[in-house]
């Protein structure tokens, strides 16, 4: 490197010692001694430099190289991912359409279920209706038949016991006293004939009283049993239990 310096200063003096052109800024130098300097100068620089001056020449390939292989990774990757995105958005609409087709089916499922619980339960609903009228014409014909025949009982007892204190007053009818025993005595009879048939309808006025409380009792159960199916299936907590309503309902009887 020192021969380099050198030459170079060399060729500054040859420079500056040679003989100008008139009229320009140029000067007449030796040829021979000027390329003999620059070989010098050629000769004295490390080969370091021509192998740096060849990656310089080369850098720009290499850039261009790597900018190439740069825009196509990234233009496989965006096309990877633009078709990972259409993958993903045709694996969701998929799944979309799926978990709405099985939502569907459900919620057909489910009100059909629904219906036959509404359907079950109303024609549980009409059977225990029909049972109940059924019990209650029953107690109603045989409360009826009870109160016919003690009404008849007491309306035969009240004419024998009227018929007995018209025999009897007829024949005490000449004795004033006895007459006069005869009449209350008759009075009497007469009275506890009433007060007889006061009785016997009292009774089965209650009879009848008790009998239609038992039927009120049972179509309450009836109708709470019938309530509670009703909000069972409106909430969705099932499908109500009658029988247990039907044994509480003869516990109670």
């Known amino acids: 490197m020192y021969r380099v310096f050198e030459a170079l200063d060399e060729l500054v003096a040859i420079v500056e010692e040679a003989r100008s052109v008139p009229m320009t800024a140029s000067c007449v130098v030796p040829r021979g001694d000027v390329l003999d300097l620059l070989d ?9 430099l021509d192998d740096a001056q060849d990656v310089l020449d080369h850098r720009d ?18 096309a990877e991912a ?5 993958n993903a958005r045709a694996d969701a609409d998929r799944m ?3 978990a709405k087709a099985q939502a569907d ?19 549980e609903a009409d059977d225990t209706i029909a049972d109940a009228k059924e019990q209650y014409e029953s107690v109603t014909a045989r409360a009826q038949a009870e109160a016919d025949r003690m009404i008849e009982a007491g309306k035969a007892s009240y004419k024998r016991s009227v018929a007995d204190g018209e025999a009897e007053q007829a024949r005490l009818v000449s004795k004033t006293e006895v007459v006069q025993a005869a009449h209350a005595e008759s009075a009497r009879v007469i009275d506890a004939a009433h007060a007889e048939s006061d009785r016997l309808r009292s009774e089965c006025d209650e009879y009848v009283d008790s009998k239609l409380a038992e039927f009120e009792d049972v179509l309450g159960t009836t ?4 309530g509670r199916g009703r909000q069972q299936l409106r909430t969705g907590a099932g499908v109500p239990d009658y029988t247990e309503a039907e044994r509480r309902s003869e516990r109670r009887r």
Do not use: Y
Request: proline share 2%.
């Open 40 to 48: 010098d100068v050629r000769d004295a620089l490390p080969a370091e």
């Open 61 to 78: 390939k290499l850039i261009g190289d790597a900018r190439t292989q740069a825009d196509k990774t990234v233009a496989d990757a965006d």
């Open 82 to 86: 633009r078709e990972t995105l259409d």
């Open 96 to 98: 979309l359409a799926d």
């Open 105 to 123: 089916r459900m919620v057909q499922e489910a009100r059909a279920h629904a219906d036959d619980l509404v359907r079950d339960a109303q024609a």
């Open 223 to 226: 109708l709470r049993s019938v």
